[in-house]
């Protein structure tokens, strides 16, 4: 509510309100309720919950915050208003936003805490703005928020990178796994807080923030209920005795993947992690994941081969065979979780896509 205009427009003043019951309602749903409603089977990052939640919570109380301050205490000292409001928002729910995004990547923990104490230069910004009744101290705000924005930006990338690279030394399914929206989202929400933040009191931006948060609100509830939690246990390497393991002088791990994972088609099982595979050749997966570097592939480019190869096997049989099937039922029955992703893999190794393959065979 960054114009005196929008207390007098009713049709702004309902889409305020629906939108701060609609992040309230949001928060509470991620904290009390222990399953998900969008997609059941899929058990989310707990500490991704309660971040998100207080996110939500926090952009409720902007609304309320903004509210009260223009309409109560300081509708006659807009500048000391803006500042006050503008300060709130910047150490309440930048922080926030890059605490659930840290907590979207599962590769390892990443601190929190680093990002919440430069807000204190934020602080120092308003009070200078408020003690002078000066809008410097505004910019002097917007200009510390963007420089520490950007700088989470950047090691947001380089942590983003890494984390890709982590799903595809471990999983050979990527559904529910990969993230590359997060990033999206947070270079959405920058430009989004910039636009605001220097809004000079337009109407249609302050309409336009209303239903930006609701966007973000709603992909966010989405990205929560989507994500699959990762289990430590199923990338960290186990603890086995030497004497419980093959070592890398005589281990022929081609040999053991031939025997124990190609042969008997393990890889059609769904959702096969790295460990998993590691555990049935008798093996440390540091070992396995070392020779998948040697040969210059990654543990998802190894299943998904065998796949598209068991897919062009059993497409002909069928064929042949003249029985009833789907692409995409072949694709399923090949331990693939979704024809997207199959569609992608077989593009990717082939060259070309399903369809255009099948209508050459």
Same mark, same amino acid.
């Given at each position: 509510?960054?114009?005196?205009?929008?207390?007098?427009?009713?049709?702004?003043?309902?889409?305020?309100?629906?939108?701060?019951?609609?992040?309230? =309602?949001?928060?509470?749903?991620?904290? +009390?309720?222990?399953?998900?409603?969008?997609?059941?089977?899929?058990?989310?990052?707990?500490?991704?919950?309660?971040?998100?939640?207080?996110?939500?919570?926090?952009?409720?109380?902007?609304?309320?915050?903004?509210? =009260?301050?223009?309409?109560?205490?300081? !509708?006659?000292?807009?500048?000391?208003?803006? %500042?006050?409001? %503008?300060?709130?928002?910047?150490?309440?729910?930048?922080?926030?936003?890059?605490?659930?995004?840290?907590?979207?990547?599962?590769?390892?923990?990443?601190? %929190?805490?680093?990002?919440?104490?430069?807000?204190?230069?934020?602080?120092?910004?308003?009070?200078?703005?408020?003690?002078?009744?000066?809008?410097?101290?505004?910019?002097?705000?917007?200009?510390?928020?963007?420089?520490?924005?950007?700088?989470?930006?950047?090691?947001?990338?380089?942590?983003?990178?890494?984390?890709?690279?982590?799903?595809?030394?471990?999983?050979?399914? +990527?559904?529910?796994?990969?993230?590359?929206?997060?990033?999206?989202?947070?270079?959405?929400?920058?430009?989004?807080?910039?636009?605001?933040?220097?809004?000079?009191? *337009?109407?249609?931006?302050?309409?336009?923030?209303?239903?930006?948060?609701?966007?973000?609100?709603?992909? +966010?509830?989405?990205?929560?209920?989507? +994500?699959?939690?990762?289990? @430590?246990?199923? /990338?960290?390497?186990?603890?086995?005795?030497?004497?419980?393991?093959?070592?890398?002088?005589?281990?022929?791990?081609?040999?053991?993947?031939?025997?124990?994972?190609?042969?008997?088609?393990?890889?059609?099982?769904?959702?096969? /992690?790295? !460990? $998993?595979?590691? *555990?049935?050749?008798?093996?440390?997966? /540091?070992?396995?994941?070392?020779?998948?570097?040697?040969?210059?592939? /990654?543990?998802?480019?190894?299943?998904?081969?065998?796949? %598209?190869?068991?897919?062009?096997?059993?497409?002909? *049989?069928? =064929? *042949?065979?003249?029985?009833?099937?789907? @692409? $995409?039922?072949?694709?399923?029955?090949?331990?693939?979780?979704?024809?997207?992703?199959?569609?992608?893999?077989?593009?990717?190794?082939?060259? $070309?896509?399903?369809?255009?393959?099948?209508?050459?065979?």
């Amino acid at each position: 509510m960054y114009a005196y205009q929008s207390i007098q427009d009713t049709l702004f003043l309902m889409l305020y309100g629906g939108v701060t019951i609609f992040a309230l =309602v949001a928060s509470l749903y991620l904290s +009390l309720r222990s399953s998900n409603a969008i997609v059941s089977d899929v058990t989310p990052p707990r500490a991704l919950r309660w971040w998100t939640s207080a996110f939500f919570f926090m952009s409720a109380m902007s609304h309320v915050w903004w509210y =009260v301050l223009g309409t109560y205490w300081m !509708a006659d000292d807009r500048l000391t208003r803006n %500042i006050i409001c %503008i300060m709130l928002d910047h150490i309440m729910l930048v922080p926030l936003v890059m605490a659930l995004l840290l907590r979207i990547l599962q590769d390892r923990p990443r601190p %929190i805490w680093p990002w919440f104490i430069p807000q204190v230069l934020v602080i120092g910004g308003a009070a200078m703005g408020v003690a002078t009744h000066n809008e410097y101290g505004l910019d002097l705000m917007h200009n510390c928020q963007v420089v520490i924005v950007a700088i989470f930006g950047i090691y947001y990338i380089y942590a983003l990178v890494r984390y890709s690279r982590w799903l595809n030394e471990n999983y050979a399914d +990527l559904e529910h796994k990969e993230v590359w929206q997060s990033l999206l989202f947070a270079v959405v929400l920058f430009i989004v807080y910039d636009v605001y933040s220097t809004n000079p009191g *337009e109407m249609y931006r302050e309409y336009l923030s209303q239903v930006n948060t609701i966007l973000i609100i709603g992909f +966010l509830l989405w990205r929560v209920e989507t +994500l699959q939690k990762l289990s @430590a246990d199923e /990338t960290s390497t186990p603890d086995v005795e030497e004497d419980d393991v093959y070592k890398p002088a005589t281990i022929d791990i081609g040999a053991l993947l031939q025997r124990y994972c190609e042969e008997p088609k393990l890889y059609l099982q769904h959702d096969l /992690t790295l !460990a $998993q595979l590691s *555990e049935a050749l008798g093996t440390n997966r /540091t070992y396995v994941s070392q020779y998948f570097a040697q040969q210059s592939i /990654t543990y998802n480019t190894y299943i998904n081969r065998l796949r %598209i190869e068991h897919f062009e096997q059993i497409y002909r *049989e069928a =064929v *042949e065979s003249l029985r009833p099937f789907t @692409a $995409q039922q072949l694709a399923y029955d090949c331990g693939f979780n979704s024809y997207s992703t199959f569609a992608a893999a077989f593009k990717f190794f082939n060259g $070309q896509t399903v369809t255009a393959w099948m209508k050459l065979q």
